[in-house]
């Protein structure tokens, strides 16, 4: 008894650390990032008076435009760190998940059709609500369905939603979003790694998408979980539901 005692103090020990460590991390983060932003802010502002000086085709033109890419590379990606630095703040509701994915979708659609892609969901009726932060978790299914596109590589696919109730061991049920793709699968080397930042197969990606992704699900108190084979790969979301959904 006084060995477990004294182990889980030791582990209580531990994860205090972490925590300061990871909330120093996040301080130094969300410092640096502002410290950098405000200079590339201003590179902004003066390419784009140089491109404003001369014509579109030029040599200096297209150096200026080169630079302005990459100053929007660097914003992009301190945006990213700062939202993962940050305590997230959810603004809860009750939603209707079954008409949500939906609406998601349907703002897909364009570019569904620009990319040859076709999708699949068919909405349950009378299904539970999940408390839940609509902002937020649409960044969430923005990301994921962006990556089956990206991994398509403009040679079509599917993509397919299901929504449907799992029970946990306690009893309660929870929501389960089921996102798959047709995609080529995700590198056996990457599988477990990736929801860490820099981890990313893409050609031009940073790997922040699903790190920050995984951070809005478990602030729901949900999880995120990915399994992936070559033609496919399947995200699977858990939240829980209103009252248990009973």
Not at 42 to 57: A, D, H, P, S, Y
Not at 109 to 114: C, S, T, Y
Request: with cysteine.
């Amino acid at each position: 008894m006084i060995l477990k005692d004294v182990t889980e103090t030791e582990e209580n020990r531990m994860k205090a650390e972490q925590l300061a460590q990871r909330a120093f991390l996040g301080d130094f983060a969300s410092l640096l990032a502002h410290e950098i932003r405000n200079p590339i802010n201003n590179m902004g502002v003066w390419i784009q008076n140089i491109k404003g000086l001369c014509n579109e085709g030029d040599e200096i033109f297209d150096a200026a435009k080169r630079i302005e890419d990459d100053c929007s590379r660097v914003s992009h990606l301190i945006t990213n760190i700062l939202a993962y630095s940050k305590p997230l703040k959810l603004n809860l509701e009750a939603m209707d998940m079954s008409s949500y994915l939906n609406e998601i979708l349907e703002r897909w659609k364009i570019n569904f059709a620009r990319a040859n892609v076709k999708y699949y969901y068919s909405p349950p009726a009378d299904f539970p609500k999940i408390m839940g932060d609509p902002r937020t978790l649409e960044q969430v299914f923005n990301n994921i369905i962006g990556n089956a596109l990206d991994a398509f590589d403009n040679k079509g696919g599917v993509i397919s939603l299901k929504l449907s109730l799992q029970q946990s061991e306690v009893g309660r049920n929870k929501a389960l979003i089921s996102i798959s793709d047709s995609g080529p699968g995700i590198p056996d080397e990457l599988i477990d790694h990736v929801f860490e930042p820099f981890v990313t197969s893409k050609k031009k990606g940073n790997g922040w998408g699903l790190a920050i992704s995984k951070r809005i699900i478990t602030s729901h108190k949900g999880t995120i979980q990915v399994k992936s084979y070559p033609g496919g790969t399947v995200f699977e979301i858990f939240l829980p539901v209103v009252n248990g959904g009973g």
